[in-house]
């Protein structure tokens, strides 16, 4: 049986020490509040030995660690309860901050792990850092796992919670942590290695009809008025996570046979739709073709706002997009392309105003969370695949954390320049050998 043993635990402060400091939680962050980390695992190639790693790399990715963090100092921090909510705390780098950074050595198959084939994700997980909470009802914000498989390679692990940041943040601290790295092992200068720093003025945030405290609020009448806790539930299946590629002549073909029906589509939009329509065979059958389907995917505000805010802003900046099709219609011959049709319109209507409804947003995610819609992590636009320690691309990259909630799927774009977009799902092991049939059968009437 294979395992992960746990050779040191390090709290990496940030160097030069970061300012201390109160932050406040912009609306866009509430609702991720009482949810979870964002967690990833990204694979290197690295065939040395657990005593050269522990020589020659851990020591630059530590430095490097620490160096990031000198500008995404918030992530030292911690959330704690105010007398008006909720807000980022941080002590500062004279108080002993730091993210824990866990050492682990694995002896399972690095091979199998850092396929794309179905794995149970509970092997994943070994690879990934849990949050570090205490008593009091504050919890940090991020922690990082570097695991070495000797003479095959290592895995990064990176957790941040989601109240933190939405995953374009999470993305441009992993890369400048990684250049970081690169700068430190003397790969490359520090102006070639680092993107922008991040962009901390949470005030650009405007909140003129305090949503911040309406959401909170909602979040906490809900939370005292809820019914007693059910039984627990029985044993869970087996969950499997697997990746499937949408090569870039698939999307073509898809886009084509979309555009044929007069509907305009982006990569994007044609690999929700793919991934909905299959997941819809699984899930739906063909038990109740008459009730509606439901996707629910978060939307990038920055540039949508008016005014803009920086890229490089770190934070949240999302908005829930809701999707709807008539279940008979997705399981139809034609479902793809009313996916993604419905897809399309409910993007075009962001042009209306990327704020128009925000205060009902909360609700309508809670009302649709019985329907079991599938929603969507990540984005091929974060450039994942771009990631490089000083290792170079990534093996693979696995956003684990979408087993969370049933029916997330993950998009990354593919790792070779002809790959297109990555599909990850998981899923129990039957479920994930009917999703395998229906994508393969969709691939195949292209």
Known sequence: ??????????????????????????FFDVPW???????RVFFYTYPHTAEQFTARLLPPLVSSLSAALHWFYPLLGRVRPCPDGYEFFSAGGDAGEGVELTVAESSDDFDELSGGGPRDVARLYALVPQLPRTEDGTFAL??????????????VGVSIHHVACDDSSYMHF???????????????????????????????VADPEGLAART???????????????????????????S???????????KQRIVAESVHCSAFTVACAFAWACLARVDGGCAD???????????????????PIPQEYLGNC?????????LGELLGADGVVAAAAAIGASIRALDDGVLAGAGGWFHKILSLVPQRPMSVGGSPRYGVYETDFGLGRPKKVELVSIDKTPGTVSLAEGRDAQAGIEIGVVLPEAEMARFSSCFADGLEQL
């Open 1 to 26: 049986m294979a395992t992960t043993k746990v050779l040191d635990r390090l709290t990496v402060p940030a160097s030069p020490p970061a300012p201390g400091g109160v932050l406040p939680l912009t």
């Open 33 to 39: 509040l009482f949810t979870g980390p964002v967690e």
């Open 142 to 155: 991020a922690a990082a796992q570097v695991t070495v498989f000797a003479g095959r390679g290592i895995a």
């Open 174 to 204: 992993v890369k400048t942590w990684a250049g970081q790295c690169r700068v430190a092992a003397g790969e490359e200068s520090t102006q070639g290695a680092l993107p922008p720093p991040p962009f901390l003025d949470r005030g650009v």
């Open 216 to 242: 909170l609020d909602e979040m906490r009448q809900l939370a005292a008025n809820a019914p007693p806790p059910p039984p627990p539930p029985p044993p869970p299946p087996k969950l499997v996570i697997a």
């Open 244 to 254: 499937f590629a949408l090569t870039r002549d698939r999307i073509d073909k898809l």
């Open 289 to 307: 073709a008459a009730r509606r389907a439901h996707l629910l995917f978060s939307v990038e505000c920055r540039r949508r706002l008016a005014p």
């Open 318 to 326: 999302l908005r829930p997009c809701f999707v709807e099709v008539g």
